[in-house]
């Protein structure tokens, strides 16, 4: 096991949504694993007792209450509120249609992916060899990925720093996933500005990147250099089409 990463398109109203009120992205995680999404048709391997469990499960929770976490339960005026009424069927047609665009996977890559495209390894950015040295860190921050979208003529090689997987705006509660808050980007300025990343960067410079790196007498220990770097390739190329779909 080890953690993934994953690109999820959505409509403005569904991100407009989410930004209103925080508590209805797990609403809309759990809609994915609904009986009716689409999800199922995409995942044949996932079949018998286990399938059907997880489908009742969300089916039961689906629309409720997350419960509070930590001492804060405790205090008066502080449980988990909806921001509104909602009209759960409604609200689960929309978030199941949205599940019928799928997502972009990015498996286990997305350590290897953010080192080759923005200059640091996500989590390890303070470690010796974690980043490139023109990536300069304000003191005390501590988040996983760092804050910038893109940085034009890097110092590395000429080429723009794309933090395609690690750039946007945290939204919804840090322990939804498991593997940190989720993030989102918005469309137009800056869903434009990592498209043009990734254009000017290309294939070609993503490739160059990796065959220097891995050329080296002591590459970047967090990254498994023998991967073949095509498969490494695979997502930004449909990062791109992601991006340009927005």
Not at 77 to 84: C, V
Not at 100 to 118: G, R, S, V
Not at 140 to 145: P, V
Not at 194 to 200: A, R, Y
């Amino acid at each position: 096991m080890g953690i993934t990463g994953e690109i999820k398109q959505i409509s403005a109203s569904t991100l407009e949504l989410l930004k209103e009120d925080p508590l209805v992205v797990k609403v809309f995680r759990d809609a994915r694993w609904l009986p009716e999404s689409a999800l199922w048709q995409r995942a044949p391997y996932w079949k018998g007792e286990s399938a059907e469990k997880t489908k009742q499960e969300v089916r039961a929770r689906f629309g409720k209450l997350p419960n509070s976490q930590g001492l804060s339960r405790f205090i008066p005026g502080n449980r988990n509120q909806w921001k509104k009424t909602y009209d759960w069927q409604l609200l689960e047609q929309q978030f199941i249609t949205e599940w019928e665009n799928p997502e972009l996977d990015l498996h286990k890559y997305w350590q290897e992916l953010t080192f080759l495209l923005a200059g640091y390894v996500p989590g390890y950015y303070a470690k010796s060899q974690g980043k490139i040295p023109e990536l300069i860190l304000d003191k005390g921050y501590e988040k996983d990925f760092l804050p910038f979208l893109v940085i034009e003529n890097s110092a590395w090689d000429g080429m723009p720093l794309v933090n395609a997987f690690g750039a946007g705006t945290e939204i919804g509660d840090e322990n939804e996933t498991g593997y940190g808050p989720i993030r989102y980007l918005s469309p137009g300025d800056q869903v434009g500005q990592i498209l043009d990343g990734l254009l000017e960067l290309s294939q070609e410079g993503f490739l160059n990147r990796f065959i220097r790196e891995s050329e080296k007498s002591e590459p970047i220990p967090w990254i498994d250099w023998s991967e073949s770097p095509g498969s490494l390739l695979a997502a930004p190329q449909a990062s791109r089409q992601f991006q340009a779909d927005s």
